[in-house]
């Protein structure tokens, strides 16, 4: 996958192409559709699959205070596209000029690129001040002889399936219907760090990972049963998001991870965390034996829904 990262360089890639136009800040099912119809129609005309995006929100320019929590780091939406066939991702700064830029302008710049067809969401809008929408995409197309193809908004017991609905679940834990919003379990990956080495003494030792190194949504405080990758390889586990209240030492909520069937040393490695379900909340037991004997229970609920 070729990665143009300037519109300034849209003339390094020549060959015929379909663009899907949008934010896709959390590749859901939605997003997906708009990129899955690009990509067969492009199949058809025996063109390449584009992506425009931006690399960082537009409300980081224009409300800085309102960006909301992102879904996946850049590492990870890269990897998103590439495993969705796009052959040219347009990862483009939102910054103060291409904000001024009229819809007329932006498009003037996009046609740098050999396209035959635009496909977008029917609430995609462009341009300075979200000026541009599908009516002036109409207009557009029609002038330059290409084909437009506009997707209807996608929805999930009939909600809109959106970003924003997708954090909102995530914040409330509502993991498994972010699964079936996003088409994906949704994923933490980080460094394991050294924790307190408690989860050996009591015979369930953890792989802990720093939540604010993440900087992605965090799902609510509680017990999850969870798929964990390394080195490519899945396996089942049970994940604790929070502050350790039962021995009272831990300050920043943090998440632990016992992981099933594995023995090694995992510290300074590389690991996926995908959320399956939550099971619990947190909770301060009265003692540590209380505490072993809940996560038993704990255990064997994550092994009967994974």
């Known amino acids: 996958m070729k990665i143009i990262r300037s519109l300034e360089q849209l003339h390094t890639f020549t060959e015929p192409c379909v663009i899907a136009l949008g934010t896709f800040d959390g590749l859901h099912l939605g997003h997906k559709d708009v990129i899955g119809s690009a990509k067969e129609y492009a199949q058809?005309?025996?063109?390449?699959?584009?992506?425009?995006?931006?690399?960082?929100?537009?409300?980081?320019?224009?409300?800085?205070?309102?960006?909301?929590?992102?879904?996946?780091?850049?590492?990870?939406?890269?990897?998103?596209?590439?495993?969705?066939?796009?052959?040219?991702?347009?990862?483009?700064?939102?910054?103060?000029?291409?904000?001024?830029?009229?819809?007329?302008?932006?498009?003037?710049?996009?046609?740098?690129?050999?396209?035959?067809?635009?496909?977008?969401?029917?609430?995609?809008?462009?341009?300075?001040?979200?000026?541009?929408?599908?009516?002036?995409?109409?207009?557009?197309?029609?002038?330059?002889?290409?084909?437009?193809?506009?997707?209807?908004?996608?929805s999930d017991n009939q909600e809109v399936i959106s970003s924003t609905a997708i954090r909102h679940l995530i914040a409330a834990?509502?993991?498994?219907?972010?699964?079936?919003m996003l088409g994906r379990a949704y994923t933490i990956s980080g460094t394991v760090v050294l924790g307190n080495q408690r989860g050996n003494t009591i015979g369930f030792p953890?792989?802990?990972?720093a939540l604010e190194a993440t900087k992605i949504a965090v799902p609510q405080i509680g017990v999850y049963a969870v798929n964990v990758y390394i080195d490519g390889k899945c396996y089942k586990g049970m994940g604790n998001i929070g502050k350790n209240p039962t021995f009272g030492d831990v300050e920043e909520a943090r998440l632990e991870v016992n992981i099933f069937d594995f023995n090694g040393n995992l510290y300074g490695k590389e690991i996926t965390v995908a959320f399956i379900e939550r099971i619990r909340g947190e909770v301060k037991f009265a003692s540590v034996d209380a505490l072993v004997e809940?996560?038993?229970?704990?255990?064997?609920?994550?092994?009967?829904?994974?």
Do not use: W, Y
């Open 206 to 209: 953890t792989a802990n990972l």
């Open 44 to 154: 058809r005309q025996g063109n390449c699959l584009a992506v425009f995006t931006f690399s960082n929100h537009p409300l980081s320019l224009i409300k800085p205070e309102l960006v909301p929590v992102a879904l996946f780091t850049q590492e990870q939406k890269h990897a998103c596209f590439e495993e969705m066939g796009v052959d040219l991702l347009l990862d483009i700064p939102f910054d103060e000029a291409l904000a001024n830029l009229s819809p007329e302008e932006f498009l003037q710049k996009l046609s740098v690129l050999n396209f035959s067809c635009l496909v977008c969401g029917e609430n995609f809008t462009f341009g300075s001040k979200g000026a541009g929408n599908i009516q002036t995409l109409t207009s557009f197309t029609q002038e330059h002889n290409c084909k437009l193809i506009v997707r209807p908004l996608v």
């Open 173 to 180: 834990g509502e993991v498994a219907k972010a699964q079936h």
């Open 294 to 306: 809940q996560i038993k229970k704990d255990k064997e609920t994550c092994l009967n829904l994974l």
